[in-house]
């Protein structure tokens, strides 16, 4: 009797310690990208007050509260438009080489521009969320429909990035039959979480999600008014 009391509470701390575990890494996971953003656009906002408001202060005869808010909205404005121009670029790519050449501060930068990368990219180049059976049948893979294509003969075919963890910007390209690939309805950000966190912000109802899409529940996610990547191949 005292054996099997042990035994229970050691199988209820376990299950306890895997339940705080696993829920305290999520909250960290969660956490550090609001705490990250909050740090980067305090600094950046206290940094432009500090400039601009002896400025103000001079012209106004007193500090208006919210200045460094609103310079702060053109710099990433103005940030945006540099990014854009070829000149802008060529100025961008200047100040980075110059920042790689910061011991510590070149390791931060280099973490932080991969992983905005990776989401850009995978952005600019998926369209879809999708299933596949891979390396063999019965695991599934998540992967990025990045185009889909249409022989003469009419079958179609769907260009398909398998991405690597944590980095989806880089994996296998494959290209696979239409019966071979399963949509979801996981949007983009969704399926780069779940890569990204390793599976750790997977939904808990994702393998329901995907019974329900094997079966066709789930079908291309349209805009109103907008066809499918197969009707338009089609139509061309």
Known sequence: MYRRLSGRRASLVNALAGH?????LLGVLVLIPLAVTFVVLSFIFNGMDGLVQPLVDIIFGREIVG????MTAAAVYLAGLLASSRVGRAIIR????GILRIPVVSWIYHIVKD????LSAVRKVSSRVVMVEWPKAGTYTIGFLTKTMVKDDGKTY??????????????????????EVTFTDLSVEEGIKLVVSSGIL?????????????????MPVKEPGEESLAEAARKR
């Open 20 to 24: 705080l575990r696993s829920k305290l």
């Open 67 to 70: 200045v460094g808010i609103g």
């Open 94 to 97: 200047w100040v980075e080489v």
């Open 115 to 118: 992983i905005t990368d990776a």
């Open 158 to 179: 769907h260009s398909v990035l398998i991405p690597t963890t944590p980095t989806p910007q880089t994996g296998l390209l494959a290209i696979m039959p239409d019966e």
């Open 202 to 218: 997977a939904p808990d109802d994702l393998m329901n999600r995907i019974d329900t899409a094997a079966r066709g529940g789930a």
